[in-house]
């Protein structure tokens, strides 16, 4: 199952970099649409698990793989590029 993951978070992180091809320059505002997805993550879990909402499940895995897809690219942008430079 990892693997599939992985790759439906591939897709959305290519997908998310084709249609917003410009990363903000600065952690803070990077930083912030990782929590962005991360609260609509929450949102969604909220509504399925505390207020039932069976519905928001389809919603709640989509924001999930959102989040991640944003994390990668917040630390594709920002740690690997200090990595390498380390290196």
């Known amino acids: 199952i990892r ?3 992985h790759v439906v ?3 959305e992180l290519d997908r998310a970099i084709a249609k917003y091809p410009d990363w903000p320059d600065n952690y803070v505002t990077a ?3 990782v929590a962005e997805e991360a609260g609509e993550l929450l949102q969604s879990a909220l509504d399925v ?3 039932g909402i069976k519905e928001r499940e389809g ?3 989509e924001e999930a793989i959102q989040t991640a897809a944003m994390a ?3 630390l594709e942008e ?3 590029k200090e990595y390498d430079k380390e290196k």
């Open 3 to 5: 693997d599939a993951i």
């Open 59 to 61: 919603n709640m895995v």
């Open 78 to 80: 920002y740690y690997w």
């Open 49 to 51: 698990g505390w207020h």
């Open 31 to 33: 930083s912030a649409i």
């Open 9 to 11: 978070v591939q897709r």
């Open 72 to 74: 990668i690219r917040f």
